[in-house]
């Protein structure tokens, strides 16, 4: 097979099951020969079926794995190596941590050992790092993964984002004030504000100022009765000034002798005469300068007086001529006339004041409460204080210290929707533990075989892990406890009098300070919850007023929707009204029409007529006196001719004219 002259065999072998013989040669090729014979060939090779296993049928049959979670056979060796090469990775990382924490305790030592030091011996805490550059290499590391997981977060965040965004819009903004309750401290009582709603499009009315409101008639006497009252008193003022004036002067007299009191008897009877005579001449000026301004003030003859006019005024604009309902001719005045739009102004105008009312109630509420947060933080600053005064007290003179309030969840609801790292830590935690407890559940369900053991130990070596880390700590937290240092007793000395003197009056002002502050604090909860008492007092009476605002509002309401009914009816109505109106109006032009016409024909008889009687005046002129055929004439004149039709008379012209001759012949 192979070359004779290069061909040399170099190699010959057989297979591993001698059933072939390869041969290679110097020529670069390989040979491989067949060496069964014959019959081996003809053979069929047959596969042996291994005998049962003893005891077989004994043994319980396996259950169907009907579980769709379950782990093939497959999946479950995967597991397994998955399992035994988290469980090398864990090994590594436990010794890593181990080596860690092996150098960090060496590093805490040397810390140690440098603050034992002097102070001129200690080393900085930047000398204990071999390379800065690791530190700000690390603080590189650690900002770009926190951008990285930023960049990887932003489109989750935006969508959070937007769905907040959504939520507030579709149930907070439409929201004016939330319900705050307010508790007492002491007592039970306790005091809520009202949830309201931007106000609706009813409240937007006009509302009249006050200059533009019509002076009622108590005002308008109270004004007239103030004015008399004041002139009445310039008046009386004016009068008894001169009269005081004049007595002073008579009282400056001073009596000497006898004599002179006989002659200061005499003067003062002068003086009293001059006086009478100065009072009455004083009267009569006065009465004067009265009537002299009286004149002035007196109006001309064609004055009128501008409140009689406004008066008038008012009464022909407002007050108009009171028909009786019944009358024929009654009409409801503008001002009284009551339709769908000005029950709708009353609707706004209620829901404003309901609503100002509201308003003004949640104000003294969300004052009530900052005043309890006012009050409680005094109170924790009394309780501190009082807690230092009772450290230099003796514990017999120690009183019990009040409980500090506190602020309900319910008080501070806008504090239900603000948050900080901490409210999200406690979000983030309260999540894994739900994550958590499904996670066991669908262990405990699903892994009962195979699958769950390996589970199971994985899980038993993290908790080994955690065990070792919190043995570590506390390993860790022992080896650097300080050793407190012990100071040195001393004898204690008996106290001189003055020494006494002065603890005992500490005492005393430590003694009366602490009932004072106990006193404040019972001051400030029961002046608080005063005041929470009374504003609930207003605030039932408050929603009473509610209670009927709303049934009156629901009266309204009612009304409108009546009135609109009518106004629809009205409108109705007045359309064939008006159709009706438009028809009159037709027929009286049609009326004004003939009459114009009739008024016409009139004129032309009248015309007519005249021309008659000329007619007649110049027959009779024509005819002359004592015409014997007169009277023919006249019968012939006023004979009345009957009016052929035009067919008959075309038909015979001859026998017309002699009709015609017969009449007048004949008669």
Not at 19 to 36: E, M
Not at 572 to 596: A, F, G, H, P, Y
């Amino acid at each position: 097979m192979h070359d004779n002259n290069y061909g040399r065999v170099n190699a010959i072998s057989t297979s591993f099951d001698d059933r072939f013989f390869v041969t290679a040669g110097a020529d670069s090729n390989i040979f491989v020969f067949n060496i069964f014979s014959e019959f081996e060939l003809k053979k069929v090779v047959k596969a042996k079926v291994p005998s049962p296993r003893f005891g077989i049928e004994t043994e319980p049959i396996p259950e169907d794995i009907e579980d769709p979670k379950a782990y093939s056979i497959e999946n479950a060796r995967r597991k397994r190596e998955h399992d035994k090469l988290m469980k090398e990775v864990e090994e590594i990382k436990a010794g890593k941590r181990e080596q860690i924490k092996a150098l960090r305790n060496q590093l805490q030592k040397l810390l140690q050992m440098n603050e034992e030091l002097p102070k001129h011996m200690q080393f900085k805490r930047t000398d204990f790092d071999l390379d800065s550059k690791i530190r700000a290499e690390i603080g590189k590391k650690t900002a770009n993964k926190i951008q990285r997981v930023e960049k990887e977060l932003a489109w989750e965040k935006e969508k959070h984002q937007l769905g907040l965004k959504k939520l507030q819009n579709r149930f907070r903004d439409s929201l004016e004030s939330d319900t705050i309750v307010v508790h007492a401290i002491q007592s039970d009582h306790k005091i809520s504000s009202y949830r309201l709603m931007k106000p609706s499009k009813y409240s937007k009315t006009k509302r009249a100022s006050q200059s533009e409101r019509r002076p009622s008639k108590f005002e308008r006497f109270e004004k007239e009765g103030t004015g008399r009252k004041d002139s009445q008193r310039d008046t009386g003022g004016s009068i008894s000034v001169p009269e005081e004036s004049v007595i002073e002067k008579g009282k400056k007299f001073r009596p000497k002798t006898l004599s002179e009191i006989m002659v200061e008897n005499q003067i003062e009877k002068t003086r009293k005469l001059i006086l009478k005579a100065e009072r009455a001449q004083m009267k009569i000026q006065q009465r004067k300068k009265e009537w002299e301004e009286l004149y002035k003030s007196k109006p001309d003859d064609d004055y009128e007086d501008p409140k009689d006019v406004q008066a008038i005024k008012e009464a022909q604009l407002f007050m108009g001529d009171f028909n009786l309902k019944t009358a024929s001719d009654y009409k409801i005045p503008e001002h009284m006339r009551i339709n769908a739009a000005k029950k709708e102004e009353e609707l706004g105008y209620l829901d404003s004041m309901a609503y100002s009312k509201k308003m003004h109630m949640n104000k003294s509420i969300i004052s009530l409460r900052d005043l309890k947060v006012a009050v409680i933080e005094e109170i924790q600053c009394l309780v501190q204080e009082l807690k230092t005064i009772q450290l230099t007290l003796p514990i017999s003179k120690h009183l019990p210290i009040p409980q500090v309030p506190q602020i309900y969840p319910e008080e501070v609801p806008e504090k239900r929707f603000q948050y900080d790292d901490e409210t999200l830590l406690a979000f983030k935690q309260q999540q894994v533990k739900s994550q958590d407890e499904k996670a066991r559940q669908v262990e405990q369900t699903a892994f009962a075989g195979s699958a769950g053991g390996f589970l199971r130990l994985s899980s038993g070596k993290e908790g080994d892990l955690t065990t070792r880390d919190s043995l570590s700590r506390a390993s860790k937290a022992s080896t650097f406890s300080l050793d407190l240092p012990k100071f040195t007793e001393f004898e204690t000395a008996d106290p001189t009098d003055v020494e006494l003197e002065i603890m005992k009056r500490e005492e005393i002002k430590h003694v009366y300070m602490q009932q004072y502050l106990i006193n404040r604090i019972k001051e400030l909860i029961v002046t608080f919850d005063a005041e929470l008492r009374l504003l609930r007092h207003q605030k039932l009476k408050l929603d009473i007023q509610m209670k009927l605002s709303d049934l009156h509002h629901v009266t309204l309401f009612q009304e409108m929707l009546l009135l609109k009914n009518f106004e629809k009816q009205e409108n109705i109505l007045q359309e064939r009204v008006n159709s009706l109106d438009k028809e009159e109006q037709d027929m009286q032009w049609k009326i004004n029409e003939t009459l114009k016409e009739m008024e016409e024909k009139k004129n032309e008889v009248a015309k007519l007529q005249d021309q008659e009687k000329a007619l007649y005046a110049g027959f009779q002129t024509a005819l002359g006196e004592n015409n014997k055929f007169a009277n023919f004439l006249m019968k012939v004149l006023k004979k009345r001719i009957k009016r052929v039709k035009k067919k008959e008379v075309e038909g015979d012209v001859g026998l017309y004219f002699f009709l015609i001759y017969d009449s007048i012949f004949s008669h």
